[in-house]
C-alpha cells in the first residue's frame, strides 16, 4: 500500500514510517546533511539484476569478423572470440562500469554470471571485491563450459568451488555456474551435480536460450537440455534457469516442481531473435524473475518491455499486469534464499532503496499503483541510491566516488579489449 510520508533510519536500519498529510506537504527547509527531501518523489525497494554478464559490458562497438546470422554464429564469431581476451585488468574495468550503471538504474542486487576462459583464477573474488567498493550486493558463478577443452573446463569448476567453499560472505555470495548444456559434456555435469548436492549450492545456468540448445543436446547427448540437468540433480530452490525459452509443455511442468526460478531477458533476446520466454503458459509456482543479460544494467526496463510484449501478443491489460505484479514479488521471494534481510520496507528492515524521479501527476492508491509503475515510475531516471543506510546516489549524482577517474580507467582497458579484438581472426 503506497504511503507518503517520511522514512527514518539509523545505522542501516529503517526505524520508522511517519505518514503526512500530502496536502499539506512542503519542501523542506532544512538542509542538514542527514534529511534527504525527496520532493514528493516514489520510494520503492532496490532493484535486481538476475541474470548478468558483468564481462560484457565493454562489449560497445567491438570489431567482429565472422556471420551474425543465428544465435550460435553470434556465440561463436562474438562472445567466445571475447572471452577468451578477458584477464584480469578488463574484468575489473568491466565490474566498475557496470557497477556505476547499476546504481544509477537503482540496482544494489546483482546475480552475475561470469566468463572468462583464460583468467579464470580468481576472477570472482575481482568482482566482488568492486561490488563492495561500490557497495553492492552480488552473488556470482562463473561459467563452466567443455567448450575450450578439459583443462579450461577444469579450471572453471575450481573457480566456482573455491569461491563457494572459501570466499562467500553476508554481502558477496556464490552459485555454480553452467554455460548452456550443449556445451557440457556427462562427466562435468555429474561433477556438478555432486558438489552442489555436498554444498547445498544452487546452479545458474542459460536453459534452452536457443533452439541449438536443444538441437545439439540431443545429437551429442541423447537427452534434451532440461531433462540433462534433471538426470544429474542439478536444479534446486537455489537455482535460475535463464532464458528458457524453447521448452515444451511438458518441460514446463516439470519446472514447476523443482522449486527453481526462471530469468527473463527479454530485451537480450529480442536483439538476438531468438524468441520469448513463454510466461503465459508458467504456472504460479514457478517463480519468475528479471536478469539483462548483461545488454545493460537496467531490470526494470526487462519487466516494462516483457509488459509490452505480453500486450502486442494479446494478453488483456489485466493478465498483463497479474503477470508483472506477479513477478514483482517472486523477485523478493527469490532474493531473500540469498539474502533474507533484504528489504521490505518496513520498520526494523534493512534500509534499502530507491527514489525514483517521479512526482505523481495523479492520486496514487493501493489500486492504481501499478498503473503508476508501468507508465510512469518505469520511464523515470532514478533520483537517489541507498544500501544499509548509506547514500550510494543522491540528485542523480554517484556520491563518494571519482567517476571521471574511473571512467579514464576504464576507458584504458576498453581501448586494450578493442585492439585485442581487432587481431583476433
Not at 121 to 147: H, M, P, Q, W, Y
Not at 172 to 187: E, P, Q, R, V, W
Not at 261 to 273: E, K, Q
Request: with cysteine.
Amino acid at each position: 500500500k503506497p504511503i507518503f510520508g517520511d522514512i527514518f533510519f539509523n545505522d542501516g536500519t529503517i526505524k520508522e514510517i511517519i505518514p503526512q498529510n500530502f496536502k499539506n506537504y512542503r519542501p523542506s527547509k532544512n538542509k542538514s546533511k542527514n534529511i534527504y527531501d525527496a520532493g514528493g518523489r516514489v520510494l520503492t525497494i532496490p532493484n535486481v539484476n538476475f541474470h548478468d554478464h558483468i564481462y560484457s559490458r565493454l562489449a560497445k562497438g567491438l570489431p567482429i569478423k565472422g556471420k551474425m546470422d543465428n544465435f550460435h554464429n553470434i556465440l561463436k564469431n562474438l562472445w567466445w572470440k571475447l572471452d577468451v581476451q578477458l584477464d584480469n585488468e578488463i574484468t575489473k574495468a568491466s565490474a566498475q562500469y557496470a557497477a556505476i550503471n547499476s546504481i544509477k538504474n537503482g540496482v544494489t542486487y546483482i546475480f552475475d554470471h561470469h566468463s572468462a576462459p583464460n583468467a579464470s583464477n580468481k576472477s570472482l573474488c575481482t568482482i566482488g571485491k568492486v561490488l563492495k567498493d561500490f557497495n553492492i550486493r552480488g552473488v556470482l558463478a562463473f561459467e563452466t563450459t567443455d567448450r575450450n577443452g578439459k583443462e579450461k573446463s577444469q579450471k572453471g569448476f575450481e573457480e566456482n568451488l573455491n569461491f563457494i567453499q572459501n570466499l562467500s560472505d553476508q554481502d558477496i555470495k556464490s552459485m555454480f555456474g553452467l554455460h548452456a548444456s550443449f556445451t557440457l559434456n556427462d562427466k562435468t555435469l555429474r561433477s556438478i551435480g555432486e558438489f552442489i548436492s555436498e554444498n547445498n549450492s544452487g546452479i545458474h545456468v542459460h536453459l534452452c536460450e536457443d533452439n541449438v540448445d536443444r538441437e545439439i543436446s540431443k545429437k551429442k547427448f541423447g537427452k534434451y537440455p532440461l531433462k540433462r540437468l534433471i538426470d544429474f540433480n542439478l536444479i534446486n530452490e537455489k537455482s535460475i534457469l535463464s532464458h528458457s525459452i524453447h521448452l515444451t509443455k511438458n518441460e514446463i511442468k516439470q519446472i514447476e516442481n523443482l522449486g527453481c526460478a526462471v530469468a527473463v531477458n527479454i530485451d537480450s533476446n529480442l536483439n538476438n531473435a531468438v524468441g520469448l520466454t513463454k510466461v503465459t503458459e508458467f504456472n504460479k509456482a514457478i517463480p519468475v524473475i528479471t536478469g539483462t543479460d548483461g545488454m545493460h544494467s537496467n531490470p526494470t526496463k526487462t519487466l516494462k518491455n516483457l509488459f509490452l510484449s505480453l500486450r502486442n501478443i494479446g494478453v488483456s491489460f489485466d493478465k498483463a499486469f497479474e503477470i508483472i505484479i506477479k513477478i514483482f514479488f517472486d523477485q523478493i521471494y527469490f532474493v531473500k534464499r540469498y539474502f533474507p534481510n533484504f528489504t521490505s520496507l518496513k520498520p526494523n528492515d534493512r534500509a534499502d532503496f530507491i527514489v525514483w524521479d517521479y512526482i505523481p501527476p495523479t492520486p496514487i492508491n493501493s489500486e492504481n499503483f501499478w498503473g503508476h509503475y508501468i507508465y510512469g515510475i518505469t520511464e523515470s531516471n532514478i533520483y537517489g541510491t541507498f544500501q544499509n543506510g548509506k547514500s550510494l546516489m543522491w540528485n542523480k549524482q554517484i556520491e563518494n566516488i571519482n567517476e571521471e577517474k574511473i571512467f579514464n580507467e576504464i576507458s584504458k582497458e576498453g581501448y586494450r579489449l578493442f585492439n585485442k579484438m581487432k587481431r583476433v581472426k
